[in-house]
């Protein structure tokens, strides 16, 4: 080291002065001021200065621009039909949204391929923050194993916020006999494959929360798929099929009201608005526990300061108190998690029903 590589490096400047042509040296700490036409020298705090003017702008860019975001409408994608449990999720969450962000969030519902089709707008949507989707079990943890999906759930979407999860509830029509699930268990045992039970398509939540307990039960219960839990909670009614089960929401005043009788829920602990209603752990099967989770995704390339503040107001409206009491009456918990949460919890739930699939043989619906 100290050889001529060493030294600051020179720049050759060339001007006119003194009445000839000719340059002059310009190396650190010096400048050239053309009014005064010569060399001067700059002091090593302007330098300080001026450098750390350049190094801070990236981040007076980044902070103007989350304090501009949103100036205009929001889009909140939802894969589910208006109605449903996971829909109403969705646009209490927009309205909690709009709310912290003072800009409209538009709820636009695009059912298909179970939840696939949803994901597909959203990835090939701008990455400014405007499009929104509400993931869920079957777009990111389920699709990737059942469906020829043309999106990866990892690397072209950014988790932003868990938003709520809710559980299944598995009803039966009044008259059925075998009404709870050591009953169900016996008579399944005694008669494989003659139980019929409704579930919307063959990989949504409540189907592989049957699907596992059929594995951990070691039963042969048969899946009638139908497109949603209306008809199959209206079949269940009638008796044309004995079993339904449902995302919580679906089924809950239907079981309130007497037309269903419910059995079990999937969820850790009992639901306050049907406290009476064991859970799967609590009638020997503690690995079914299953929630339908709704989480907040946007397009990879996402700024981190628009992710972030998305991030912020989500979870303070999950501390909101109307909201809270009005996802209880659905049987839906508020669920906070910390950003450096959000992936892990994704890859879990994508490596656990992939086990799940596997070993029932699930196909795509």
Same mark, same amino acid.
């Given at each position: ?52 003017? /350049?190094?801070?702008?990236?981040? /007076? ?98 988790? /932003? ?143 981190a300061d628009i992710v972030a503040r998305m991030h912020g107001a989500m979870n303070a409206a999950l501390d909101d108190k109307d ?22 919890? /994704? ?19």
């Amino acid at each position: 080291m100290g050889g001529e590589g060493d030294r600051p490096a020179a720049i050759r400047l060339p001007f006119s002065a003194r009445g000839g042509a000719g340059t002059r040296r310009l190396t650190l700490g010096t400048a050239y001021d053309q009014s005064r036409g010569r060399v001067v020298s700059v002091s090593r705090r302007s330098i300080i200065a001026a450098s750390g003017g /350049v190094l801070a702008a990236p981040f /007076v860019l980044s902070a103007a621009r989350a304090q501009a975001w949103p100036s205009r409408p929001l889009r909140l994608v939802i894969p589910f039909p208006p109605g449903g449990a996971q829909d109403n999720v969705g646009r209490l969450a927009a309205a909690k949204l709009q709310e912290r962000l003072g800009q409209q969030v538009i709820a636009d519902n695009r059912p298909g391929a179970s939840g696939a089709l949803a994901a597909d707008i959203v990835k090939n949507a701008p990455a400014d923050g405007y499009t929104v989707l509400l993931g869920n079990i079957s777009s990111h943890a389920v699709n990737p194993h059942t469906l020829k999906i043309t999106y990866d759930p990892f690397t072209d979407f950014t988790p /932003v916020a868990m938003v709520g999860s809710q559980p299944n509830l598995l009803c039966a029509n009044p008259s059925f006999p075998h009404d709870t699930i050591a009953k169900l268990v016996a008579a399944a045992k005694a008669e494989p494959g003659k139980i019929h039970y409704g579930a919307s398509g063959t990989s949504t939540s409540p189907s592989l929360s049957m699907a596992l307990f059929k594995l951990r039960a070691g039963i042969d219960l048969t899946l009638a798929a139908y497109r949603g839990a209306a008809p199959a909670s209206t079949d269940a009614m009638a008796g044309h099929i004995p079993l339904v089960i449902a995302n919580y929401d679906s089924l809950r005043a239907l079981a309130q009201q007497g037309k269903l009788k419910p059995i079990a829920v999937t969820g850790a602990k009992r639901s306050p608005t049907l406290a009476d209603v064991p859970t799967f752990a609590e009638s020997g099967y503690p690995e079914i526990v299953v929630d339908a989770w709704a989480m907040l995704f946007v397009p990879t390339g996402t700024p981190a300061d628009i992710v972030a503040r998305m991030h912020g107001a989500m979870n303070a409206a999950l501390d909101d108190k109307d909201l809270v009491e009005r996802f209880e009456t659905m049987g839906v918990v508020a669920t906070k998690m910390k950003a450096e949460e959000l992936t892990p919890y /994704v890859r879990a739930e994508h490596k656990r029903w992939g086990e799940v699939i596997r070993a029932a043989g699930i196909k795509a619906d």
